[in-house]
Every structure is written in structure tokens, then in C-alpha cells.
């Protein structure tokens, strides 16, 4: 059995827990990888701009290099000199340029007067400009004023068809020994092939772009504004997949010459990504595992030994055995809850088994009370009425004059005992039937009785007290009122003894009605109304206990046993009839007996018959 509310219960708070946890832990940690792998990009980019940087460095140096080796070579001395004219066609020849992936040489004279001026692949559809216009934008970049007189310089100038790479130094002797005869300019363009080279040499995305151009777009003037107030290169994200370093290219003077744009594409960023996806599903996918195996394991742990437990509690509350024991194994909380609850039971067992051991000991005292009690009446009662009968006897003896003339004074006093012997042996015989009645010992003798002659043959015998009470008494009993089955004695005790009581307690000038009725086909009802004090509610619910009187009876000083009713009762249901009674104080009340009417016991005899005669 499992419980799944706690199933459900269990898994909404660890789903709510993960989702805090998901909230406080993963975003912020997948704020973090971002950062990181942003940060990680963009040191990247930078670090690719300034290897593009180093790589037109490197350039600068090597075409440095190139033209320090040639500038410091007598040859070229002696034609500075004037005195080997043939030294550039000479030594510069296509090839040379080719091989030193040249595209200028000038050689200028001391008076800085232009003694060669040799081009490769630099014509007019590339730069648009000549001879004496490259020298003048020479002159003005400031190139020749860097240079010494044993050490060159290199600089960038913007031709109007392309930039170009320039390197000077002076002419001097093999042994770099001047006086400089001169200076040697060698150029080489940075075009879009060149830039691409450095790109595939770097195996980088690498562009430039002019700063000499007018109407530069806005986005490359706000690079360069930031380059220069930052001073570092500037990381541009393009696309969702690319991104763009910017460095600047500084001249000799200090000014920006070229804006070189690296582009890379953001596989660190998109890593970034990933790890973060992957991050926050291994997070979720962990977090549902977590959820469903502490469902299982709560399943497995708690709630099917809990269910088992409840199961076996549950048998012992159907089967009401206080022998049934909990059986859970296992060394855990339900284990020890199930001990608990054994040791209850078995306590509760002891308990209850001495309980029942003092309930048969006290059932075996009562009975043993009750049975000495019987004794004790049938005892008292028969020894009682021993010495009534010639008390009686000797009564009416003297009564009658056999002991001699008696006065009348002597008759009244000899009436008085006749009167309180009759009282006295009515209450022994009042005992004496209770005794029997306890002890199951009354037999009845039924036969078919009229209710009339019964309840007449009483009142006769009740009449003294009738007179002495002072009660009007009427009885209304039809004359087709069918025979009842009875006992003839017994009906005689029980008609005496509620009528008497309907004398008994109701004041003179009172009235007692007798009044029998057929209730239905089987049964007969006798009613006794009186008109006396009446009864409480309370005192009608004890009435018909043995011994028991009425408060107000006992304050009257009205003489009685507290047995009259408990006989007529026990009499009645000895029968088959039921008794009952209604009563109001000061008012009076009516006591109500039935019993089987003989016209019904016939019907079924005949039934009986019909039946026996069907078989
Ligand atoms: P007893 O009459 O000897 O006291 P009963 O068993 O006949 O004993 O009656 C028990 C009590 O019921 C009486 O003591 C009396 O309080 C009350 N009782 C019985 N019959 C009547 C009645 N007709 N009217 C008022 N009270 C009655």
C-alpha cells in the first residue's frame, strides 16, 4: 500500500527546491561561465589584433633589415657617389624585387635629390601617383628626419592608390663606415593580398583600413576614438558568430596610420554557451533523477512499510484480537514503532485478561450474593409465615367465641390482628414470589380465563381497603372481550397487586377505573387508572426495580415492600405481555398490562393443524 499524497507532496517540494536552487545556483553560475567565456573571447581577439600588429612589426623590421644590408654595401656607396651607375639595374632587377617582395627603391643623393627611382608592380592603376609626388609625401611623413647617420627608420605613408610600407637608411660602406653617401628608401605596398598573406600566415581574418580617406564611417572613427582613449585594442561583436579586434597602426610620429581589423569567429563564446546549456541540462536532469529516486527510495523506506503497518494495525482494530502482533522487520523507525505497538498489545492483553479474571470473580460473587440472598428470603419468609397461620388461626378462634365471651373492645383488637396477620403474610407471599421468580422456579398453569370474573373475584377481596380508602372503583370490561391465556393465580396477583396500588396511592374520594380492551387479534389489554398522587418521570424509570418506593410515598408513611410492581412485571412477561405505565404527578396514572388473548392461540392451534394435515 502506499500513500502517494506524501509521493506527490515529496516531489512538489523537491521540485520547488530545485527550481530555488536552479535560480540562486545556475543562473548566477551561468552568469559567470558567460562572463568568463566573454572575457576568455575577448583577451583572444586582443591577442590576435596585436599578433596582427606584431606581424606589420615584424614586416617593418625585416624590410628595415633589407635595406640597412643594402644601404651598407660599397656598391651602392660608389653609385650614391655617382660612380657605379649601373648598381640598380644591376642588383634590382624584377627578380630581386620579386624575391624581396619589394615594390620601390629610391636612392637619393646627400642633397636628398632623387638618384633612382625604380618600381615593381606600383604602376598608375595602383598608385595613382609619381615620382616626384610619392618623394614629396615621403618628405612629409617625416621618415628621412628619423633616420641617422648609422641607423634607418621604417614608416607607413598613404599613397592615394594603397598604403605603403617604407623603410630609410643611410648609405654607407660594407663596414657601415660613413660619411652616408645618401639614402636608400625601399617600399613595400600593403595591399589586400599582402594584408590576406599576414592573414593566412597568422591564419587570422585580417583587414585594414585607411585613416587618410575622407568621410570615414562612423563606426571605424568611434574605433579609433576608443582605441585612443583606451590604448587597447577594441573587441566588436559582429554577428551571433563573429567577432572583430580593431588595433591601431601608429607611425613613427605617433599618429594613426592604419586600423587593422582582425575577425575570428566566436567559438569560445558559443563553447560558452554550450557549457552553460550542457550545465543547466545535466542540472535539470540530475534534479529529476534526485526527485524520482527519493520517490522510490520514500516508496521503498517509508511508505510500503508504512502501508504494512497500517495494514496490520488494521487487522488487529477488524479481528478485535489483542493477540494479533504488528510484524515489520528491518532495524529502523517502523521496526521500532511496530515493538512499541506488540508491547501495547501485549500489555493491553495482561490487562485485559485480568480484567476478565475480576469480572468472572466478581460474576461468581454476585451469583453466589444472589443465590444466598434467595436463601436468605425463602429462608426468612417461610420461617415468617410459620408463626402467622395460628396467629391468624387463633384470631379467628377467639373471633368466633371459641375461647370464651370476648368484650368489644377484645373483638377490636382481636380484628387488628386478623388485619396486620393478612398484611404481614401478603408481604411474606410477596417475598416468598420474588424468591421464586428469581430462581426461575415459577410454573405456570395457563388456561383459557375471562378477564371479567378475574378482575371482580379481586376487587371483592380488596374490598375492605376499598371502603377504609374511601376510592369510587369502576370497571368497563365488554362483554365480547375474548378469554385471555393465564395463569388464574397468577392473574388474580397481578390485577391485585396494581389495584391495590391504585387504591393505595389515591386519596379518598378518588377514583379507580379497571378497564380491559382487545388491543389487536392476539392481544388483550387491562389499563388500572387512578386519579391518585401520581409519579415523577424520574420515578417511573426506577418503578419497577425490586425494593423500590417513590420519595414521596416514603415521606406519606404509606406502608408498602417495593415489590408489588417487580412481581406484577416479572408475572406479565412470564405470559408473553408487555407492562407499561403513564403517570403525572397529583394527577394520576395508568398502568397498562397485556396479555395473549385465547381466541389467537386457537387461531394458531388451527394453523398447526391446517398445516400438519397439509404435510
Ligand atoms: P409498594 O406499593 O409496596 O411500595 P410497588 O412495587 O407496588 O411497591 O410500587 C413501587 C412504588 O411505585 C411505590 O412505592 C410507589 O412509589 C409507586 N407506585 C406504584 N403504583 C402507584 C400508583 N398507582 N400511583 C402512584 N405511585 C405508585
Avoid at 369502576?474 to 393465564?486: N, Q
Wanted: hydrophobic fraction near 45%.
Amino acid at each position: 500500500m502506499t500513500s502517494p499524497g506524501i509521493v506527490r507532496r515529496t516531489q512538489r517540494v523537491v521540485g520547488i527546491a530545485l527550481f530555488f536552487l536552479l535560480i540562486v545556483l545556475f543562473l548566477p553560475l551561468q552568469a559567470i561561465i558567460f562572463v568568463q567565456f566573454t572575457e576568455l573571447e575577448r583577451r583572444t581577439v586582443i591577442s590576435n589584433v596585436e599578433r596582427a600588429i606584431n606581424t606589420i612589426d615584424d614586416e617593418r623590421q625585416q624590410l628595415l633589415q633589407l635595406t640597412r644590408d643594402n644601404a651598407s654595401w660599397d656598391d651602392a656607396y660608389a653609385f650614391a657617389q655617382g660612380r657605379n651607375d649601373g648598381f640598380v639595374e644591376q642588383i634590382f632587377n624584377q627578380t630581386s624585387f620579386e624575391t624581396n617582395r619589394l615594390n620601390l627603391l629610391i636612392i637619393l643623393d646627400t642633397a636628398g635629390k632623387m638618384r633612382a627611382y625604380k618600381t615593381y608592380q606600383f604602376d598608375a592603376t595602383r598608385v595613382t601617383a609619381n615620382d616626384a609626388e610619392v618623394l614629396r609625401r615621403i618628405n612629409a611623413s617625416g621618415l628621412l628626419s628619423q633616420i641617422g647617420p648609422d641607423h634607418g627608420a621604417t614608416e607607413i605613408i598613404q599613397l592615394p592608390g594603397l598604403p605603403l610600407l617604407l623603410s630609410a637608411h643611410p648609405i654607407l660602406t660594407n663596414n657601415f663606415v660613413g660619411p652616408s653617401m645618401g639614402t636608400m628608401i625601399m617600399g613595400r605596398t600593403l595591399d589586400a593580398t599582402r594584408i590576406a598573406e599576414f592573414g593566412t600566415q597568422l591564419r587570422l581574418d585580417v583587414q585594414i583600413h585607411r585613416l587618410d580617406l575622407p568621410d570615414l564611417p562612423e563606426e571605424i572613427s568611434s574605433t579609433v576614438g576608443k582605441i585612443t582613449t583606451t590604448g587597447a585594442p577594441v573587441v566588436t561583436p559582429l554577428t551571433v558568430d563573429s567577432v572583430a579586434g580593431y588595433g591601431l597602426i601608429i607611425s613613427a610620429s605617433g599618429a594613426p596610420t592604419l586600423l587593422i581589423q582582425v575577425n575570428s569567429s566566436r567559438e569560445i563564446v558559443q563553447i560558452g554557451r554550450t557549457t552553460a546549456l550542457y550545465t543547466l541540462m545535466t542540472f535539470v536532469i540530475a534534479g529529476l533523477i534526485a526527485m524520482f529516486t527519493l520517490a522510490k527510495l520514500l516508496n521503498q523506506l517509508v511508505l510500503e512499510r508504512l502501508g504494512l503497518l497500517i495494514q496490520n494495525v488494521k487487522l488487529i482494530g477488524i479481528d478485535k484480537d489483542l493477540r494479533h502482533r504488528v510484524a515489520i522487520d528491518g532495524h529502523d523507525e517502523f521496526s521500532l514503532l511496530a515493538n512499541t505497538i506488540n508491547e501495547t498489545m501485549r500489555a493491553l492483553e495482561q490487562t485485559e485478561h485480568e480484567r476478565r479474571e475480576a469480572e468472572e470473580q466478581r460474576e461468581q460473587m454476585w451469583k453466589d450474593v444472589i443465590a444466598s440472598r434467595r436463601n436468605f428470603l425463602a429462608t426468612v419468609s417461610h420461617e415468617l409465615r410459620t408463626p402467622l397461620t395460628p396467629i391468624r388461626g387463633y384470631a379467628d378462634l377467639m373471633l368466633h367465641g371459641i375461647g370464651g365471651a370476648i368484650t368489644p373492645e377484645q373483638e377490636q383488637f382481636l380484628q387488628m390482628i386478623q388485619q396486620n396477620s393478612r398484611r404481614m403474610e401478603a408481604m411474606v407471599n410477596d417475598l416468598l414470589v420474588m424468591g421464586q421468580l428469581d430462581a426461575g422456579r415459577v410454573d405456570l398453569h395457563i388456561e383459557q380465563l375471562a378477564v371479567a370474573p378475574a378482575v371482580t373475584s379481586v376487587l371483592a377481596m380488596l374490598e375492605q381497603q376499598i371502603t377504609q380508602q374511601q376510592v369510587a372503583v369502576s370497571v368497563e370490561i365488554p362483554p365480547d372481550l375474548p378469554t385471555v391465556r393465564a395463569d388464574a393465580h397468577r392473574l388474580d396477583q397481578i390485577l391485585a397487586n396494581l389495584i391495590t396500588n391504585a387504591i393505595k396511592y389515591t386519596r379518598s374520594g378518588g377514583r379507580v377505573q379497571i378497564r380491559a380492551s382487545s388491543v389487536n387479534a392476539s392481544q388483550v389489554e387491562v389499563a388500572v387508572h387512578d386519579t391518585g398522587i401520581g409519579m415523577s418521570d424520574t420515578e417511573m424509570e426506577r418503578l419497577f426495580t425490586p425494593f423500590y418506593r417513590a420519595d414521596s410515598v416514603l415521606s406519606a408513611q404509606i406502608s408498602g415492600t417495593g415489590l408489588g410492581l417487580s412481581i406484577a412485571r416479572s408475572l406479565v412477561e412470564l405470559h408473553g405481555g408487555t407492562i407499561n405505565v403513564q403517570s403525572t404527578p397529583d394527577v394520576g396514572s395508568v398502568f397498562r398490562f397485556t396479555l395473549p388473548s385465547a381466541a389467537a392461540s386457537d387461531a394458531t392451534v388451527l394453523v398447526d393443524q391446517a398445516n400438519t394435515a397439509a404435510l
